[in-house]
């Protein structure tokens, strides 16, 4: 399956050819520096422990994000379905050359219309560090209210240390999406 916008098309599943460049990347301190599972994807030590993490941490649709050109920069997922009511979102643009583009603008609604209006799901979840502002205004320009904060429960390398840092929750209904 594939999702195409002006800037950029998704491709459901990830090549094996987008693994070794996935390790690289999931080792890349600036890159990964917000999100909770950084010391684990750090120490993945190949390409198979990388597919089993992978396989574990987004264990439902995973859509590799490609450049007009083809060129593989990140993904988005949707997992942790529950029934059709609700499902949780995450992007990865990992490409660093890719940042403020608009790409994850992008992608993120090309992976909300699947999955409300191919899969039917009413509600889609996430969740990011509360330092990580760049990524809350990217899902607030995509429609996510804020819903919680869990206080100090991940720990994250923030201004050149390992920090503990709160969850934003946040959330967006099926309905509020078709709105926009």
Not at 103 to 129: C, P, W
Request: net charge negative; proline share 1%.
């Amino acid at each position: 399956m594939k999702l195409t916008g002006e800037k950029v098309y998704l491709q459901e599943g990830l090549t094996e050819e987008n693994y070794p460049l996935l390790l690289e990347w999931f080792r890349d301190l600036e890159l990964m520096k917000y999100i909770s599972w950084v010391k684990r994807g750090m120490a993945l030590k190949d390409v198979s422990e990388l597919k089993k993490f992978i396989s574990e941490l987004e264990d439902g649709i995973i859509f590799g994000i490609y450049d007009q050109m083809d060129k593989f920069i990140g993904y988005t997922s949707l997992s942790d379905f529950k029934d059709k009511e609700e499902c949780e979102f995450g992007i990865f643009i990992l490409d660093k050359n890719y940042w403020g583009q608009g790409i994850g603008t992008e992608a993120t609604q090309l992976t909300l219309d699947y999955a409300f209006n191919q899969l039917g799901v009413e509600k889609v979840v996430l969740s990011t560090s509360e330092f990580h502002a760049g990524a809350i205004r990217l899902y607030e320009r995509a429609g996510f209210h804020r819903t919680a904060l869990l206080p100090n429960d991940r720990t994250i390398f923030h201004q050149g240390e390992w920090v503990l840092s709160g969850t934003v929750e946040m959330a967006i209904k099926r309905s509020e999406f078709l709105v926009r």
